[in-house]
C-alpha cells in the first residue's frame, strides 16, 4: 500500500472544531487508502488523551505540544522578516526534524498538508519530488483582510500586513504543489482570483454533515424552561468573528425582539466564551451557556437558529448542523458563503438589523399561536433534503480522493472491503460534539 505524509496544525480529533471536523473525516479516509504518517500539533492538553485512538488509524505519528505563549512569540518574529506571521507561529524544528528524516526513506511518495502554515515542512528540496496537495480550506488571507477592515488601528495594520504576506505565500505554495483544495467552490473562486497563476489547480471539495447525528429530534427531552422562546447561536466561543457576531446579534437585533416577545431567551451555546461574551449575560434574556456536553437539545427546542456572522471565510458548519436538524436558519450572506442554500425556501437571510428583526418576529409569531406555521416546517425538511443531497462525506471526499490521484476502482474496494485502516486498528468511536465554529 502506498505511504502519505498528512500535516495538521491540530490533533484532528476529537471532532469538535470546524476545522477538526474536516480534518478528522479526511484522516479516516485517508488511512482506507494509504498508510498514513501524521504530523501535528496539539495545542489543547485534553486532547493528549486521544493521542492514542488516532495513532490506531496510522502507520507513524508524531505528535507536538504547541504552547500557545511560545507560538506567539515566534509569530511576533515575523515582524522583522517580512514573512506572515501564521506561517512562524507553526513552525517547531521538531517537526521538520521529524518530516525530514521520514522523507529520506524514500517509501513516502504522497503528502497531505492541512492549512497553509503546514506546508512550510514540506515545501523544500525533499518535498519536490512528492505529490503535494494543500488543503487550505478557507482563503485565509482574506479573513486577515476583513479582520483589517474591522479592527481599529493599530491592530488594522498589522492585519492588512499579515493578509498581504500571506497571500504571497499562498500563492507561492499553490504554484509549487500539485493541487490546492477548498471548501466550496466559491472559496475556490476566490483564491482564482488572487492567484490566477494557480487557477488550473485550484479545486474544492464539501464538508460533510454526520446527518445521523444531527437529526430532527421531535420529542426529546428540552433544555429551556417551560413556556420560554428560544433563539440559539452555536460555536466556538474564543473565535473573533463568533464573538463580533453575538455582540453586534445583541446590540442591533435583541432589544427589538425582546421587547415585542418579553419571554423570549437567545442562547449562546459554546465552549471556552471570553469576557466580552461572557459580559453579554447581563443584559436580559441573553444566556451564555460555555461548553455544554450536546449541542443537539438546544437545537432542537429553538424556534430559530441565527447565524449574524459579519466575517466569514469557508463553510459554517454551525448552518449546516442547524439544517441537518430540520430547523430554520437565519443568516447573513457572510454565513452562507459556500452553502448552495436558497432564500426563502430552505433557510432565512437578512442583510442587516432590519431585516434580522422582520425574519425573527415572523417565525417568533407564528410560534406563538401554537403551532408551527406550515411554512417552517417545509423550510427546515427542505433545509435538511439539502445537506443530504450536497453534503454527505463519502461522496464529497472523492474530490480529495481525485486530487491524490486514487482511482475510481480504489474508491470502490475501499468502499466495499473492511473499515480496518492501514494502520491496522479500529477507528476510535466519535464523542459527544462540542459546538463547531
Same mark, same amino acid.
Given at each position: 500500500?502506498?505511504?502519505?505524509?498528512?500535516?495538521?496544525?491540530?490533533?484532528?480529533?476529537?471532532?469538535?472544531?470546524?476545522?477538526?471536523?474536516?480534518?478528522?473525516?479526511?484522516?479516516?479516509?485517508?488511512?482506507?487508502?494509504?498508510?498514513?504518517?501524521?504530523?501535528?500539533?496539539?495545542?489543547?492538553?485534553?486532547?493528549?488523551?486521544?493521542?492514542?485512538?488516532?495513532?490506531?488509524?496510522?502507520?507513524?505519528?508524531?505528535?507536538?505540544?504547541?504552547?500557545?505563549?511560545?507560538?506567539?512569540?515566534?509569530?511576533?518574529?515575523?515582524?522583522?522578516?517580512?514573512?506572515?506571521?501564521?506561517?512562524?507561529?507553526?513552525?517547531?524544528?521538531?517537526?521538520?526534524?521529524?518530516?525530514?528524516?521520514?522523507?529520506?526513506?524514500?517509501?513516502?511518495?504522497?503528502?497531505?498538508?492541512?492549512?497553509?502554515?503546514?506546508?512550510?515542512?514540506?515545501?523544500?528540496?525533499?518535498?519536490?519530488?512528492?505529490?503535494?496537495?494543500?488543503?487550505?480550506?478557507?482563503?485565509?488571507?482574506?479573513?486577515?483582510?476583513?479582520?483589517?477592515?474591522?479592527?481599529?488601528?493599530?491592530?488594522?495594520?498589522?492585519?492588512?500586513?499579515?493578509?498581504?504576506?500571506? $497571500?504571497?505565500? *499562498?500563492?507561492?505554495?499553490? %504554484?509549487?504543489?500539485?493541487?490546492? =483544495?477548498?471548501?466550496? +467552490? @466559491?472559496?475556490? !473562486? &476566490?483564491?482564482?482570483?488572487?492567484?490566477?497563476?494557480?487557477?488550473?489547480?485550484?479545486?474544492?471539495?464539501?464538508?460533510?454533515?454526520?446527518?445521523?447525528?444531527?437529526?430532527?429530534?421531535?420529542?426529546?427531552?428540552?433544555?429551556?424552561?417551560?413556556?420560554?422562546?428560544?433563539?440559539?447561536?452555536?460555536?466556538?466561543?474564543?473565535?473573533?468573528?463568533?464573538?463580533?457576531?453575538?455582540?453586534?446579534?445583541?446590540?442591533?437585533?435583541?432589544?427589538? $425582539?425582546?421587547? *415585542?416577545?418579553?419571554?423570549? %431567551?437567545?442562547?449562546?451555546?459554546? =465552549?471556552?466564551?471570553? +469576557? @466580552?461574551?461572557? !459580559? &453579554?449575560?447581563?443584559?436580559?434574556?441573553?444566556?451564555?451557556?460555555?461548553?455544554?456536553?450536546?449541542?443537539?437539545?438546544?437545537?432542537?427546542?429553538?424556534?430559530?437558529?441565527?447565524?449574524?456572522?459579519?466575517?466569514?471565510?469557508?463553510?459554517?458548519?454551525?448552518?449546516?448542523?442547524?439544517?441537518?436538524?430540520?430547523?430554520?436558519?437565519?443568516?447573513?450572506?457572510?454565513?452562507?458563503?459556500?452553502?448552495?442554500?436558497?432564500?426563502?425556501?430552505? $433557510?432565512?437571510?437578512?442583510?442587516?438589523?432590519?431585516?434580522?428583526?422582520?425574519?425573527?418576529?415572523?417565525?417568533?409569531?407564528?410560534?406563538?399561536?401554537?403551532?408551527?406555521?406550515?411554512?417552517?416546517?417545509?423550510?427546515?425538511?427542505?433545509?435538511?433534503?439539502?445537506?443530504?443531497?450536497?453534503?454527505?462525506?463519502?461522496?464529497?471526499?472523492?474530490?480529495?480522493?481525485?486530487?491524490?490521484?486514487?482511482?475510481?476502482?480504489?474508491?470502490?474496494?475501499?468502499?466495499?472491503?473492511?473499515?480496518?485502516?492501514?494502520?491496522?486498528?479500529?477507528?476510535?468511536?466519535?464523542?459527544?460534539?462540542?459546538?463547531?465554529?
Amino acid at each position: 500500500m502506498r505511504e502519505l505524509l498528512f500535516l495538521a496544525h491540530r490533533l484532528p480529533y476529537p471532532p469538535n472544531k470546524g476545522d477538526k471536523i474536516r480534518s478528522w473525516h479526511m484522516l479516516q479516509y485517508l488511512s482506507r487508502h494509504f498508510r498514513v504518517h501524521l504530523g501535528c500539533f496539539i495545542d489543547d492538553d485534553d486532547d493528549w488523551r486521544h493521542a492514542k485512538s488516532v495513532a490506531a488509524l496510522c502507520a507513524s505519528t508524531r505528535f507536538i505540544g504547541l504552547q500557545r505563549g511560545t507560538a506567539r512569540w515566534r509569530a511576533m518574529q515575523a515582524l522583522l522578516s517580512r514573512q506572515a506571521m501564521s506561517v512562524h507561529y507553526y513552525r517547531d524544528a521538531r517537526l521538520l526534524q521529524w518530516v525530514d528524516g521520514l522523507l529520506s526513506g524514500g517509501k513516502v511518495r504522497h503528502a497531505l498538508a492541512f492549512s497553509g502554515p503546514m506546508a512550510q515542512y514540506i515545501d523544500g528540496s525533499a518535498g519536490r519530488a512528492l505529490h503535494r496537495v494543500i488543503d487550505f480550506v478557507d482563503v485565509d488571507s482574506d479573513k486577515w483582510r476583513q479582520y483589517g477592515d474591522s479592527k481599529p488601528w493599530p491592530m488594522s495594520l498589522l492585519y492588512r500586513r499579515e493578509a498581504q504576506l500571506l $497571500l504571497q505565500y *499562498e500563492r507561492h505554495i499553490a %504554484q509549487q504543489f500539485t493541487a490546492a =483544495s477548498f471548501v466550496s +467552490p @466559491a472559496e475556490a !473562486a &476566490l483564491f482564482r482570483q488572487c492567484a490566477p497563476m494557480a487557477r488550473r489547480k485550484t479545486g474544492y471539495f464539501n464538508n460533510g454533515v454526520d446527518t445521523a447525528y444531527f437529526t430532527p429530534q421531535p420529542g426529546r427531552a428540552g433544555v429551556y424552561p417551560a413556556g420560554v422562546q428560544a433563539l440559539v447561536f452555536t460555536g466556538a466561543m474564543d473565535y473573533w468573528p463568533n464573538i463580533d457576531a453575538v455582540q453586534w446579534f445583541v446590540r442591533h437585533v435583541w432589544p427589538a $425582539l425582546r421587547r *415585542e416577545f418579553p419571554r423570549l %431567551q437567545f442562547y449562546i451555546v459554546g =465552549s471556552a466564551p471570553v +469576557p @466580552a461574551v461572557t !459580559a &453579554l449575560a447581563r443584559i436580559p434574556g441573553v444566556v451564555v451557556t460555555g461548553k455544554v456536553p450536546d449541542i443537539r437539545p438546544y437545537l432542537a427546542g429553538a424556534a430559530l437558529a441565527v447565524a449574524p456572522l459579519r466575517i466569514a471565510r469557508g463553510v459554517q458548519n454551525k448552518v449546516l448542523e442547524a439544517m441537518a436538524m430540520g430547523k430554520i436558519v437565519l443568516a447573513t450572506p457572510q454565513a452562507l458563503e459556500g452553502i448552495a442554500a436558497q432564500p426563502g425556501l430552505e $433557510l432565512l437571510l437578512a442583510r442587516d438589523e432590519a431585516e434580522f428583526i422582520h425574519h425573527a418576529a415572523r417565525v417568533l409569531r407564528h410560534a406563538q399561536d401554537g403551532a408551527a406555521e406550515a411554512g417552517g416546517v417545509a423550510m427546515g425538511a427542505a433545509a435538511r433534503q439539502l445537506v443530504l443531497q450536497d453534503y454527505d462525506w463519502e461522496r464529497n471526499l472523492r474530490g480529495l480522493g481525485a486530487m491524490l490521484g486514487i482511482s475510481a476502482e480504489a474508491e470502490a474496494e475501499a468502499e466495499a472491503g473492511s473499515n480496518t485502516p492501514a494502520g491496522g486498528a479500529a477507528a476510535p468511536v466519535q464523542p459527544v460534539r462540542e459546538p463547531s465554529t
